[in-house]
């Protein structure tokens, strides 16, 4: 069965779907409160996030960069704000899909499917393609293409960091919280410049994508 996690404050929208939905033998949870949504994706699982961005307490921007710091799990967002910008930041920040208010509930069931298909071919390919990068942790070391590269110790930490999130958007503050080598008083500025020189060491700065207001994200 497929489990999905509806972060929705519209309680009677989110009846509404959930009881369309089930009729796919999907098990739909609904919480309207960001927080604990959050909360709970730490303790469960689910197969897809269907997520509001007008929620009371956190944008769902904010929400949907939570989220894909920690898993990599389809998001897609059901909003009736209709400003283009928010759909692009939402999909810069890593939702999967972007469905406008009002829609059909049929349109959302067609959008799941169309979602975990390509997760689903995400995931075979990522079996089949290992990763460019080898993190030896106990040597403290970092190869790319076989290539070792010649990194600093705060330089080290921040592409160890990435690696683990490999695919993920990575904010700068979370650099700055999960790398013992930085200091925690560091600037936003300083961890681009040491994003900057981790790029060029690597040869190819496609490998680390900026994602405007919020971070990196490491690409294979």
């Given at each position: 069965?497929?489990?999905?996690?509806?972060?929705?404050?519209?309680?009677?929208?989110?009846?509404?779907?959930?009881?369309?939905?089930?009729?796919?033998?999907?098990?739909?949870?609904?919480?309207?409160?960001?927080?604990?949504?959050?909360?709970?994706?730490?303790?469960?699982?689910?197969?897809?996030?269907?997520?509001d961005?007008?929620?009371?307490?956190?944008?769902?921007?904010?929400?949907?960069?939570?989220?894909?710091?920690?898993?990599n799990?389809?998001?897609?967002?059901?909003?009736?704000?209709?400003?283009?910008?928010d759909?692009?930041?939402?999909?810069?920040?890593?939702?999967?899909?972007?469905?406008?208010?009002?829609?059909?509930?049929?349109?959302?069931?067609?959008?799941?499917?169309?979602?975990?298909?390509?997760?689903?071919?995400?995931?075979?390919?990522?079996?089949?393609?290992?990763?460019?990068?080898?993190?030896?942790?106990?040597?403290?070391?970092?190869?790319?293409?076989?290539?070792?590269?010649?990194?600093?110790?705060?330089?080290?930490?921040?592409?160890?960091?990435?690696?683990?999130?490999?695919?993920?958007?990575?904010?700068?503050?979370?650099?700055?919280?999960?790398?013992?080598?930085?200091?925690?008083?560091?600037?936003?500025?300083?961890?681009?410049?040491?994003?900057?020189?981790?790029?060029?060491?690597?040869?190819?700065?496609?490998?680390?994508?900026?994602?405007?207001?919020?971070?990196?994200?490491?690409?294979?």
């Amino acid at each position: 069965m497929i489990k999905i996690l509806m972060i929705e404050d519209d309680l009677e929208l989110a009846e509404i779907l959930s009881e369309f939905l089930e009729q796919f033998e999907f098990e739909v949870e609904t919480e309207d409160d960001p927080f604990k949504a959050l909360s709970i994706l730490k303790l469960k699982s689910y197969d897809v996030v269907i997520l509001d961005l007008t929620l009371p307490g956190m944008d769902g921007l904010e929400v949907c960069a939570a989220i894909r710091e920690r898993q990599n799990i389809p998001i897609i967002i059901s909003s009736a704000r209709s400003d283009v910008t928010d759909k692009i930041k939402a999909l810069e920040l890593g939702a999967d899909d972007y469905l406008p208010k009002p829609y059909d509930p049929r349109e959302l069931e067609a959008r799941i499917f169309s979602v975990l298909r390509r997760y689903e071919g995400k995931e075979e390919e990522e079996e089949a393609k290992p990763s460019d990068f080898k993190l030896d942790e106990a040597a403290m070391s970092i190869s790319y293409k076989g290539r070792k590269i010649d990194l600093t110790n705060a330089e080290y930490g921040i592409l160890a960091y990435m690696i683990k999130k490999e695919g993920m958007v990575v904010s700068r503050e979370d650099i700055i919280h999960n790398v013992s080598a930085i200091n925690e008083d560091s600037s936003n500025k300083s961890i681009d410049v040491m994003v900057g020189r981790i790029r060029n060491k690597l040869g190819d700065k496609s490998l680390i994508e900026s994602v405007r207001g919020i971070g990196y994200k490491l690409v294979k």
